[in-house]
């Protein structure tokens, strides 16, 4: 894979990014990171990813270089005793997920620490100062090119001093769809952070009349879905599954919050499925980072058939302009539309004997 463009960028300042233990965050795959190692030489690095998919790149590929670690989980990053001079982040699609990022490193840092972002300009990266007002001190642009921005600054002593306390950042909010009463925690950069979002609302009072046994919430999110599901049914097992670690870590804080048991884990695609369902829901992800992919949901609806028991049955709801039906009809089996409504479809797939 070559070099992003905002690996680029960072690599033109590479007397800026000099560490003796840095902690790279969301930076991807793409030969940044034995570039970076070539040119500035650290004792240790520590890497941190939200997104499974680039965590699990990392992983495979550095594995067993001793002089990297590598982490997804939010646990063992702010457990972390390591005081890391030079701290870089990629500017986040939310910008409320950027303070949440400061905020769990502060345990990690000291006011000689570096903090340097990296980011397109169409993402909003030239926001920054504005964003960590009274976070960071002395937060300036250092450098632009090829559409990106680098920006560098220190924490604020008295912001050193503060405790990280996940619990905090959870957003809690109220959903009741068809008298069943759910409360949500969900983290910031999680979709639908704020409140429950048309699409779901709408596949959730669609769903099948019965469901029981396995069933599978592909894309979690805040775990609204399998909520719902596992109040409405009691004869179920939920197992659900995301991309996202702010997604695990707020869909298992929802499970707790309604008194309910499921297990969630991080997946690219169904990359870590194991299991058969009687029954598979979903409104699947159609976004990653600033631009717009269909392959993943796609991949997910041509496979999933794979994963599926007997008589099993898979329904989605979609924007209305998104062709999933014929994808389902050819790979899953006989696909109903239930219904269109605001923008909205919600299909209802069963696996066919001749799939």
Not at 37 to 59: K, L, R
Request: hydrophobic letters at 40%; charged letters at 20%.
């Amino acid at each position: 894979m070559s070099l992003t463009n905002p690996s680029q960028v960072l690599l033109r300042n590479t007397e800026l990014l000099s560490a003796r233990q840095p902690l790279l965050i969301n930076l991807p795959e793409d030969g940044f990171l034995e570039n970076y190692i070539d040119a500035c030489q650290p004792i240790s690095i520590s890497c941190f990813n939200t997104n499974f998919i680039e965590y699990q790149a990392i992983m495979n590929k550095y594995h067993n270089n001793q002089r990297i670690s590598l982490s997804n989980e939010f646990s063992s990053v702010y457990n972390v005793k390591i005081c890391h001079d030079l701290v870089i982040i990629k500017f986040p699609k939310s910008k409320a997920e950027l303070n949440f990022t400061l905020a769990m490193i502060t345990h990690c840092v000291d006011k000689t620490s570096k903090i340097v972002f990296v980011g397109e300009k169409k993402g909003g990266i030239q926001s920054v100062p504005k964003i960590t007002q009274g976070i960071l001190d002395r937060c300036q642009k250092v450098d632009s090119a090829r559409h990106c921005m680098v920006f560098v600054g220190e924490f604020s002593p008295h912001k050193l001093k503060e405790i990280f306390d996940i619990k905090k950042w959870f957003k809690i909010y109220e959903v009741n769809i068809a008298g069943i009463v759910l409360k949500i925690a969900s983290l910031p950069g999680v979709f639908s952070q704020q409140k429950i979002d048309v699409g779901t609302q709408l596949l959730l009072t669609n769903l099948p009349k019965l469901m029981n046994g396995n069933v599978l919430d592909f894309g979690c999110g805040a775990g609204v879905i399998s909520c719902f599901i596992g109040k409405k049914f009691k004869l179920i097992q939920l197992d659900l599954l995301d991309v996202s670690a702010l997604a695990i870590t707020s869909a298992k804080e929802s499970l707790a919050l309604n008194q309910l048991k499921g297990q969630v884990f991080p997946s690219n695609g169904l990359s870590n499925v194991e299991k058969s369902y009687n029954h598979v829901v979903s409104n699947p992800p159609f976004h990653q980072g600033l631009k717009t992919h269909y392959h993943a949901s796609e991949n997910f609806l041509s496979d999933i058939g794979k994963y599926l028991n007997k008589s099993g049955c898979v329904s989605v709801v979609a924007n209305s302009f998104l062709r999933y039906q014929p994808i389902m009809q050819a790979n899953i089996g006989e696909t109903m539309v239930i219904t269109k409504n605001k923008g909205f479809t919600i299909y209802h797939a069963k696996l066919s004997s001749k799939i």
